[in-house]
């Protein structure tokens, strides 16, 4: 199901108090030859547990969206609402997982996770925070390598650390912003199936940024299509309808699929292409 560009913004409208709401969002920066208007009247609600996918070309402003979500950029009008309550800072019940890993290359990966632990429960004894660290970093298969350090394992390794690290702080909505984006395809493909296998156990909203339609098919319940910037919206909803658990290769065989990849391809490169001139 697609939704056009003003149904999208009120596509969750008629169901009871969503998770996530972005109300009337605008983003406007001042420069020397007047204001930059990022986004305009941007609307959308998400329900709990969700996994949404964010795509667009650059600069649509999908990272200040979702900057404004976990708290790091505020809207200059309109609000963003987690719960019914306006999200005004950074917070750990909204973590991200970079496409850039973020790892401090000094520490160990288990010290990487052990930090944001530390910080946010502060009332667990060491040996209770340590244990939560060597869960989370064996759910993404890093037993082994938990006294290693940044520049001693691979980049798909590196994001595993950094989604461990995000996880381990159980948040509300975990924020990714096109994590796979820098690895090579067979890496991408296995860290997308772990992802989602880490979802269906932990069930947290997930809002994904990604210029990879393939991706999007395959992880998220809605596809979030933007229109081009400046002043860019929401142009339309995509519902993915695959059930769950998903099966990539089954998924790929059927009509459906390239139904739906076709349509985004269109909102991508033709009603929304570049203009290179």
């Known amino acids: 199901m697609v939704t056009s560009l003003k149904s999208a913004e009120r596509s969750f409208s008629h169901e009871a108090a969503p998770f996530l709401v972005v109300d009337q969002v605008s983003k406007v920066y001042p420069t020397k030859t007047g204001d930059y208007t990022v986004l305009k009247d941007v609307n959308l609600a998400v329900n709990q547990g969700e996994f949404i996918c964010v795509i667009g070309h650059s600069g649509c402003g999908k990272s200040t969206l979702l900057n404004m979500v976990s708290g790091f950029a505020k809207p200059t009008t309109g609000r963003v609402l987690l719960q019914g309550k306006p999200i005004e800072k950074p917070g750990p019940d909204r973590m991200v997982v970079f496409q850039g890993y973020a790892l401090l290359p000094w520490l160990t990966v288990f010290e990487n996770v052990y930090l944001g632990v530390n910080v946010v429960y502060p009332q667990k004894s060491k040996s209770e925070k340590t244990q939560i660290v060597k869960e989370f970093l064996a759910m993404v298969g890093l037993a082994d390598a938990m006294e290693k350090k940044p520049p001693q394992i691979s980049g798909g390794m590196k994001q595993r650390v950094a989604i461990a690290r ?112």
Do not use: S
């Open 166 to 277: 995000a996880l381990a702080l159980c948040p509300e909505v975990l924020i990714l912003d096109e994590p796979f984006g820098a690895l090579d395809a067979i890496t991408k493909e296995e860290l997308q199936e772990e992802l989602l296998k880490i979802w269906n156990t932990h069930k947290c909203t997930v809002l994904m940024i990604t210029h990879d339609i393939d991706e999007a098919l395959f992880l998220a319940d809605k596809l979030v299509m933007m229109t081009n910037g400046p002043a860019a919206a929401i142009g339309e909803v995509m519902e993915i309808p695959f059930r769950r658990p998903r099966n990539r290769t089954r998924m790929m065989e059927t009509p459906e699929y390239y139904k739906l990849r076709n349509h985004a391809l269109d909102f991508l490169y033709n009603r929304f292409a570049h203009d290179d001139e």
